[in-house]
């Protein structure tokens, strides 16, 4: 379980199809507090820790099913070396809930469609695909790319998000382009709300 609230930003180190796809993700963490099986969020996806490394520069190894890269946008943009990817490890009894609950189980893809500065900070408008729009509302929470934000507009399948620059500082957000495909993972409160309306509740 995570909170969207991004710790750290990764770097693709190495890539290996092995059956799976592993990756090799370099990290600002203090490793040797990473347990082998721990979970980290890495774009909002929750992937498991295999192997660590110290040295000049700390590393992690997760290994990434065929599925995992089929329903994120690993299969779609690709993980290349030396993207920059966010993180956030796994939350802890007793730690700030600064975000909204996110599994880090990715729902599906949105793409980027538009830009524009808004003062300071940067108004993204963001297509969600048919089957998931209906879940994102106004004022509500969603996790793009592991990190929890707030809506500011719904319409049809186009959400509107603002970045503040401490987000965009602190994110990979300050690198974000029109046609970017994102990893989107809905509101948990919003997915039993409507599987409740499914059933006439």
Request: aromatic residues 6%.
């Amino acid at each position: 379980m995570f909170t969207g609230i991004i710790t750290d930003i990764g770097r693709i180190v190495e890539l290996e199809q092995r059956g799976d796809l592993r990756a090799r993700i370099a990290t600002h963490y203090d490793v040797a507090g990473i347990d082998l099986g721990a979970s980290i969020a890495c774009d909002g996806v929750c992937l498991t820790v295999i192997a660590t490394g110290a040295g000049p520069e700390p590393w992690f190894d997760v290994e990434i099913s065929a599925e995992t890269v089929s329903k994120t946008n690993i299969g779609r943009n690709g993980w290349g070396q030396g993207k920059r990817i966010n993180l956030e490890r796994a939350l802890k009894v007793g730690d700030e809930l600064g975000g909204h609950i996110v599994s880090g189980h990715v729902d599906g893809v949105a793409e980027v469609v538009a830009l524009r500065r808004e003062g300071d900070s940067t108004r993204v408008t963001f297509r969600a695909p048919e089957a998931l729009a209906g879940f994102i509302a106004p004022k509500g929470s969603v996790a793009l790319n592991g990190t929890s934000l707030t809506v500011n507009e719904v319409e049809g399948c186009d959400f509107g998000v603002n970045f503040i620059p401490h987000t965009q500082k602190m994110t990979t957000w300050g690198d974000v382009a029109v046609g970017q495909l994102v990893n989107l993972e809905i509101d948990t409160l919003a997915r039993y709300v409507a599987r409740l309306r499914d059933w006439g509740v």
